[in-house]
């Protein structure tokens, strides 16, 4: 899907002919430089830095760094010290803070530099005045330079990971699979336009809207405004067109300035976390919090933060979040629940010594596939519920223990092996807020398949369930 943005003043267009007709004054190129071009990026990293004019020495001369310094030439290499990075603005303000606790002077310059300084009786203070010695001031400011540095760095790793991840969700293969599943589908479309007493009128957030499905869901439901959050840009694009194509898109102006109000979704591309910095919102404002966040297990890529994040900040008090039940569910699988039963028998010849290594290399990483119910060898027992409405975000970390019981039809044999253990989960649209009609996301072994399926640990050994329970632990973290 094409991006029809202006490339000089980054306006998007909502058609190719908008972009067409949007046009700028001529501007003159002749005195433009390069980017590369401008000369602080000849600067070394660390002003002044000695090791710049020490190639050739050796270990001996490391004792001549220790010369002492007059207190005007240190107060002057304080001043010129400085780390450029224009997109670490909060950054900044980060590290002031804790360079203010340890009781040294930070200062965030206008141009998004960071420098350092400190006045006379600072460096009085310091010791400077009493006999200290260069290298000392120079420790700290490599250390306070070194860890505004490594703070760039992590800052550029989460946004490295994040754009890898919301990338991720840029394949229409994704959202056709997630579309497709029916139970899935169904259960939210159920919830949305079943329950007119909870959706007509109301003010609904989209958490993570993907193609805008549940937006539209809503939209269609009798809400007043819908709110749908995409951290992907291309996605976000998509769920604005869908929503234009199907008269349900709202906008404050279009694009020849007049006033549009003809839908009601709005899409807006951000992290739900930096979302005011796009569009204001007043706190606590939203009837309806709404948002498919749940991952292999329910909790694998941790988007729940987020909707916490949403529900804290913008949910009104005794505001509806769809879904507002989690369970996670754990049940003992057997020997039918492996690979073995199939290389045991290969058109007639026992391959089982492949079965075995299959088996093995299972039970080193956890698998996501279909267990049938029929190779369960034990009850369904709860390994861990959570209140949408009511938690807290760090209970989303846990360890959480299980007692098993063996099926009713195993306890007629002598022993019963089980080879791990499989984990699903269910999400409820209860009664709370979907009062006429309150439903259940399952994707049970029991209940038809899912695009979750089921995630199954393997034991490295079987063991036996001679007795009716057995103990499983589990964690999250």
């Known amino acids: ?79 010129s010290v400085c780390i450029d990075d224009d997109d670490t603005a909060e950054e900044t303000e980060l590290n002031a803070e804790t360079y203010n606790k340890d009781k040294k002077t930070v200062m965030a310059c206008p141009n998004g530099r960071l420098s350092l300084a400190s006045s006379s009786k600072r460096m009085t203070e310091n010791g400077l005045d009493h006999g200290g010695s260069a290298r000392s001031v120079e420790s700290d400011l490599k250390d306070k330079q070194s860890r505004v540095y490594i703070a760039d760095v992590i800052e550029k790793d989460i946004k490295k990971i994040n754009d890898s991840y919301f990338g991720s969700y840029s394949s229409f293969g994704i959202h056709r699979d997630m579309i497709s599943d029916k139970i899935r589908t169904d259960a939210y479309r159920q919830a949305l336009l079943k329950n007119p007493s909870l959706l007509n009128g109301a003010v609904v957030m989209d958490v993570g809207c993907g193609t805008g499905i549940l937006s539209l869901f809503a939209a269609q439901a009798g809400a007043s405004r819908v709110i749908s959050i995409e951290a992907s840009e291309k996605m976000a694009t998509v769920a604005t067109q869908i929503a234009k194509d199907n008269g349900l898109w709202w906008s404050k102006t279009d694009s020849e ?179 006429e009609m309150p439903t259940v996301l399952s994707t049970s072994p029991y209940t038809p398949k899912t695009h979750w399926l089921q995630t199954i640990l393997t034991f490295r050994e079987p063991i036996s369930v001679a007795s009716s329970k057995f103990t499983a632990e589990g964690s999250a973290a």
Not at 33 to 62: I, V
């Open 257 to 435: 300035g007049n006033k549009s109000c003809t839908g009601v979704i709005e899409v807006v591309n951000r992290m739900v976390e930096d979302l005011d910095k796009s569009i204001q919102i007043q706190p606590h404002s939203v009837d309806i919090l709404v948002s498919e966040w749940m991952g292999y297990c329910l909790l694998y890529e941790s988007m729940l933060s987020s909707v916490l994040f949403a529900r804290d900040r913008w949910l009104k008090p005794g505001g509806a979040i769809l879904p507002d039940t989690a369970t996670i569910f754990v049940a003992g699988f057997g020997k039918g629940g492996t690979s073995l039963p199939f290389w045991e028998n290969v058109y007639g010849f026992n391959m089982s010594y492949i079965g075995k290594e299959v088996v093995e290399d299972a039970a080193k990483f956890p698998i996501v596939d279909i267990i049938n119910h029929h190779d369960l060898v034990t009850d369904a027992a709860v390994l861990q519920s959570f209140d949408l409405a009511t938690m807290k975000p760090d209970e989303v970390d846990f360890t959480a223990t299980a007692e098993l019981e063996a099926k009713n039809d195993t306890l007629d044999r002598k022993a019963t092996a089980c080879y791990g253990v499989v984990l699903w989960f269910e999400t409820g649209f209860t009664s709370r807020f979907c009062k």
């Open 1 to 79: 899907v094409a991006d029809n943005r202006c490339w000089s003043c980054g306006v998007r267009c909502q058609s190719k002919q908008d972009l067409e007709s949007h046009l700028h004054p001529s501007v003159n190129t002749k005195d433009v430089k390069l980017l590369l071009d401008d000369e602080k990026y000849l600067n070394p990293f660390m002003q002044e830095d000695s090791l710049l004019y020490s190639f050739d020495g050796g270990e001996e001369d490391e004792d001549e760094c220790n010369t002492s310094f007059e207190k005007e030439e240190i107060v002057k290499d304080f001043g």
